[in-house]
């Protein structure tokens, strides 16, 4: 059985940068990935791509072939392509064996929301035994409005009750968050979704009654069903896309057993020298994966409160006098390095000389 995840979310919330930042970690960590990119309208596809639609069809061929709009030229091709499944199960099966597969979608909210094309052809490869979580991205700029955050809840329920796959809803850009203004209230109010009547006096000062009171309703069935949560992501921060990868490996179901040259993690526990290597990654990825509760930098939504929110600029300048120094090193390094191959080749030149003359003497005296 081998693991993916299909990328799902509106039209510029990340995808396809989250799906290229998953390609360069899942490589430093020795774990083979392999991204079908499944937009026809994607152009400039960032990431290595192991399978693309536009080889089977692009939405310029369907809207020229059918006289459709972008739009329902993007329907076509999902439609095309749940037609043509054996083509991709055949380029799945050309790939490496359990390789992780990451699927981005298309950013039209209906092809996750409501048309049937991708939620057939994620039951035709769950079939065939591939096993999917769903990751939902969201721009994490409209929980600084309370009636778009009631917006974001709503898609994401939606979503998740169309695809019916694990699922992880992403506050994607988190590191932008204070730039489209203050939250009214800390981060983690906003990802565990908890107790959400804290939103009336804010939906009541933006809208009319009647519509504040509709909001709080919506509000109030979304909090009973304690069906939606979400992580957060900056895709350059190394730590947020370790959390994440965890939260999806823990949705699917998904236990990744390193190979055993990959690097041990920092607190795996001392491996047993009469153990076999292959028992002791086994030993620390079940454990860290499956049963402990997620832990590390980023996995408590205060923690990325305080990266990106109270003390973001506390962080960069520290982040940027590290880099500072780590540059100096490394300048100081090459330069204690120039300095020794300068004096290792003027030792040799000498060397030669001494050895010129010295031959130069053997047949003086000869
Ligand atoms: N600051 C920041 N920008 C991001 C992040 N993720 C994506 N972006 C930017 O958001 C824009 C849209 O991203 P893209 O991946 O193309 O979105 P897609 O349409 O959902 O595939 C690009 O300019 C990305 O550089 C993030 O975590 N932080
Ligand atoms: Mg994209």
């Given at each position: 059985?081998?693991?993916g995840?299909?990328?799902?979310?509106?039209?510029?919330?990340?995808?396809?940068?989250?799906?290229?930042?998953?390609?360069?970690?899942?490589?430093?960590?020795?774990?083979?990935?392999?991204?079908?990119n499944l937009?026809?309208?994607?152009?400039n596809?960032?990431?290595?791509?192991?399978i693309?639609?536009?080889?089977?069809i692009?939405?310029?061929?369907a809207?020229?072939?059918?006289?459709?709009?972008?739009n329902?030229g993007?329907?076509?091709c999902?439609?095309?392509?749940?037609?043509?499944?054996?083509?991709?199960?055949?380029?799945?099966?050309e790939?490496?064996?359990?390789?992780?597969?990451?699927?981005?979608?298309?950013?039209q909210?209906?092809?996750?929301?409501?048309h049937l094309?991708?939620k057939?052809?994620?039951?035709?490869l769950?079939?065939?035994?591939?096993?999917?979580?769903?990751?939902?991205?969201?721009?994490?700029?409209?929980?600084?409005?309370?009636?778009?955050?009631?917006s974001?809840?709503?898609?994401?329920?939606?979503?998740?009750?169309?695809?019916?796959l694990?699922?992880?809803n992403?506050?994607?850009?988190?590191?932008?968050?204070?730039?489209?203004?203050?939250?009214?209230?800390n981060?983690?109010f906003?990802?565990?979704?908890?107790?959400?009547?804290?939103?009336?006096?804010?939906?009541?000062?933006s809208l009319?009654?009647?519509?504040a009171a509709l909001?709080?309703?919506i509000?109030?069935?979304?909090?009973?069903?304690?069906?939606?949560?979400?992580?957060?992501?900056?895709?350059?921060?190394?730590h947020?896309?370790?959390h994440?990868?965890?939260?999806?490996?823990?949705?699917?179901?998904?236990?990744?057993?390193?190979?055993?040259?990959?690097?041990?993690?920092?607190?795996?526990?001392?491996?047993?020298?009469?153990?076999s290597?292959?028992h002791?990654p086994?030993?620390?990825?079940?454990?860290?994966?499956?049963?402990?509760?997620?832990?590390g930098?980023?996995?408590?939504?205060?923690?990325?409160?305080?990266?990106?929110v109270d003390?973001?600029?506390a962080?960069?300048?520290?982040?940027?006098?590290?880099?500072?120094?780590e540059g100096?090193a490394?300048?100081?390094?090459?330069r204690?390095?120039?300095?020794?191959?300068?004096?290792?080749q003027?030792?040799?030149?000498?060397?030669?000389?001494?050895?010129?003359?010295?031959?130069?003497?053997?047949?003086?005296?000869?």
């Amino acid at each position: 059985m081998a693991f993916g995840e299909i990328v799902c979310g509106s039209p510029g919330s990340g995808k396809s940068t989250y799906c290229y930042g998953k390609h360069q970690l899942f490589t430093a960590l020795q774990r083979p990935i392999a991204i079908v990119n499944l937009d026809p309208a994607n152009e400039n596809i960032p990431y290595p791509c192991a399978i693309n639609i536009a080889d089977l069809i692009t939405v310029e061929d369907a809207m020229d072939e059918h006289h459709l709009g972008p739009n329902g030229g993007m329907l076509y091709c999902m439609e095309y392509l749940e037609a043509n499944i054996d083509w991709l199960e055949g380029k799945l099966a050309e790939l490496q064996k359990d390789v992780y597969v990451v699927f981005d979608l298309p950013g039209q909210v209906e092809v996750s929301t409501n048309h049937l094309s991708v939620k057939r052809i994620v039951e035709k490869l769950g079939k065939a035994g591939l096993r999917l979580a769903a990751v939902h991205m969201c721009d994490a700029h409209y929980v600084t409005d309370a009636a778009k955050y009631i917006s974001v809840l709503l898609l994401s329920l939606r979503t998740m009750l169309h695809l019916e796959l694990p699922h992880v809803n992403v506050l994607s850009k988190v590191d932008l968050i204070t730039k489209y203004g203050e939250l009214a209230f800390n981060l983690d109010f906003y990802t565990q979704v908890q107790d959400l009547s804290y939103l009336s006096e804010h939906l009541e000062a933006s809208l009319p009654p009647q519509f504040a009171a509709l909001n709080m309703a919506i509000v109030s069935l979304v909090e009973d069903f304690g069906l939606v949560g979400f992580e957060t992501l900056a895709v350059e921060d190394k730590h947020s896309m370790l959390h994440l990868m965890r939260a999806v490996d823990r949705a699917s179901g998904c236990i990744f057993v390193p190979p055993p040259d990959a690097p041990r993690p920092p607190d795996a526990l001392p491996m047993n020298p009469s153990e076999s290597t292959a028992h002791a990654p086994n030993a620390y990825a079940l454990m860290t994966s499956a049963l402990a509760p997620i832990r590390g930098p980023m996995s408590d939504p205060r923690d990325v409160q305080e990266r990106w929110v109270d003390a973001r600029d506390a962080y960069e300048a520290h982040e940027k006098m590290k880099w500072r120094q780590e540059g100096e090193a490394v300048r100081e390094l090459a330069r204690k390095y120039t300095k020794e191959s300068e004096a290792g080749q003027r030792k040799n030149q000498a060397d030669g000389r001494n050895h010129v003359g010295s031959d130069f003497k053997i047949q003086e005296r000869m």
